[in-house]
């Protein structure tokens, strides 16, 4: 579903890629973009190569050589190997919710933090950490400042939970929110007799597929049903395989407005009535024959 205002990709091309290879990507559709292909084919760098395009990252583009032309239907932004044009100038994608790159490998973070990269994220999303990134706890606050959502905002809470306690089911995981306002998940334990037969799970201990499907529930959540573009590189990469067969249609009930571009080795993503939104790489990417 696509609303009047929806600021969305369309066209996307890309020149010189590794020297000599071209992005010819036209009418990209507004809602499920899945790129399959062949390793090697430039699936990672071309959601890499837009992010920054997108974002104004000109030196990050710099290191690409490449040049770099993204029609929206907001105006164009262009590359030219130097600097990011826009034209008109509509002001890229502002906002976290307007626009997002969600990278979910867990890979170690610095040596300085007891979090691993995909653990970092996930505390971003949750908590109120910096300015420049809406929370869910931001997204919280927000009813206490505006009554008149609160109970509209609360319920869209209870429905996200409901989501994520379906499918943490088979684990007898449910969760919840401790008195210090933090996330946690609760198992039942006739053990424990502190926590009314329960023990506690902070995030930090759940495993790499349960803090990557959190992160990417939870940022679709705060989109708030808004217009959206969201690239995200391999989400499935160490989902459960029930969890992959869900994903999208979890995606378009949290978010029925955002354009999604993304990329997936795995079968079970687009097996379930998803055949018409594949788009294959060896279709987009063209090699420049050498002079």
Same mark, same amino acid.
């Given at each position: 579903?696509?609303?009047? @205002?929806?600021?969305? /990709?369309?066209? /996307?091309? /890309?020149? %010189?890629?590794? %020297? &000599?290879? @071209?992005v010819i990507w036209n009418n990209v559709r507004p809602d499920f973009n899945i790129v399959v292909g062949q390793n090697g084919f430039g699936k990672s760098t071309i959601l890499n190569i837009l992010r920054n395009v997108l974002q104004k990252n000109e030196k990050e583009l710099r290191s690409f050589k490449i040049t770099a032309h993204i029609l929206t239907t907001a105006g164009v932004m262009d590359f030219d190997g130097k600097t990011v044009s826009q034209k008109p100038a509509f002001g890229g994608f502002p906002g976290q919710s307007s626009f997002q790159y969600v990278n979910t490998f867990d890979v170690p973070a610095s040596k300085?933090?007891?979090?691993?990269?995909? %653990? #970092?994220?996930? &505390?971003?999303? #949750?908590?109120?950490?910096?300015? &420049?990134?809406?929370?869910?706890s931001d997204y919280r606050l927000g009813m206490l400042k505006d009554l008149s959502t609160a109970v509209q905002k609360q319920q869209r809470i209870n429905a996200l939970f409901e989501m994520i306690d379906g499918l943490f089911e088979g684990t007898g995981k449910k969760i919840s929110i401790d008195d210090k306002q933090r996330i946690v998940f609760l198992k039942p334990n006739p053990k424990n007799k502190r926590n009314g037969g329960n023990d506690i799970i902070p995030i930090e201990r759940l495993s790499a597929g349960e803090k990557q499907i959190l992160v990417l529930l939870f940022t679709l959540f705060l989109?708030?049903?808004k217009p959206a573009v969201l690239l995200l590189d391999e989400p499935e990469i160490s989902l459960h395989i029930e969890w992959q067969d869900k994903?999208?249609?979890?995606?378009?009930?949290? @978010?029925? @407005?955002?354009? /999604?571009i993304l990329t997936t080795h795995s079968p079970n993503i687009f097996a379930d009535g998803w055949s018409d939104n594949l788009v294959f790489i060896s279709d987009i990417v063209e090699q420049v024959a050498s002079e």
């Open positions: 579903m696509e609303t009047n @205002n929806s600021v969305r /990709i369309t066209d /996307i091309e /890309i020149h %010189g890629m590794w %020297g &000599d290879t @071209n300085k933090s007891t979090l691993s990269q995909l %653990g #970092l994220t996930l &505390d971003a999303v #949750l908590y109120q950490r910096s300015d &420049d990134v809406y929370s869910f989109m708030e049903n994903l999208l249609s979890l995606f378009r009930n949290l @978010n029925p @407005n955002c354009q /999604i």
